[in-house]
């Protein structure tokens, strides 16, 4: 059975911390079971303070729920559910940046209104941006991995590390990153319109 120790949990976080969770309301299909832990950090600090203290050994992240379903047994790890800062997105040098909870649709409206090609596609599917990037997301042609420069990830004892687009090894639905890293944060190569 996971156990997390809770004298290591820092006491800012401890009201985000949930036990025995049910897991219903975190999907779009509401079914599910429970968990033993549910963590919502609302910013990586958070996300790196819990990972660093607690080290789970079993855990999972997830995004919106829109391409996920629960077993309706007991999840005997920790599910992680990035929260509101990890949603943002905004620009950089001419170039995109989003949170991982950013959903797809939401990065593609705001690429429209600041003049960005190339992101239309992601209008027409559901869920965020960081499942997107594990799982190579795309339809009508084009592909999330056709749009990466790079990504930040967090492992699983809260350190922070780059990831360029060539490391991924990107095919078909996938990608090669680790299921004990946590997309936090994509940086989008440069696609702005230029103005005649």
Not at 20 to 36: D, V
Not at 63 to 68: A, H, K, M
Not at 91 to 98: G, H, K, R, T
Request: aromatic share 10%; net charge positive.
């Amino acid at each position: 059975m996971t156990k997390l120790n809770i004298k290591k949990i820092p006491i800012n976080l401890k009201d985000q911390i949930k036990t025995n969770y049910h897991l219903n309301k975190n999907s779009w299909f509401g079914i599910g079971g429970s968990t033993s832990f549910f963590f919502q950090p609302t910013n990586k600090k958070e996300l790196i303070l819990f990972l660093q203290n607690l080290k789970p050994k079993k855990f999972i992240t997830i995004g919106s729920g829109s391409n996920i379903s629960f077993k309706d047994t007991n999840y005997d790890g920790v599910i992680i559910k990035l929260g509101k800062e990890f949603s943002q997105v905004r620009e950089l040098n001419e170039s995109l940046v989003a949170g991982a909870a950013a959903l797809k649709s939401k990065v593609s409206h705001f690429a429209q209104i600041k003049g960005y090609s190339e992101f239309e596609f992601l209008s027409a599917i559901p869920g965020t941006i960081g499942g997107g990037v594990f799982m190579n997301a795309g339809c009508f042609g084009g592909e999330i991995s056709d749009l990466i420069s790079q990504i930040t990830v967090i492992n699983s004892v809260g350190k922070e590390k780059v990831i360029k687009r060539k490391e991924m090894q990107f095919s078909y639905r996938d990608s090669k990153l680790s299921d004990k890293c946590i997309v936090v944060e994509v940086l989008f190569k440069k696609t702005k319109k230029k103005v005649l």
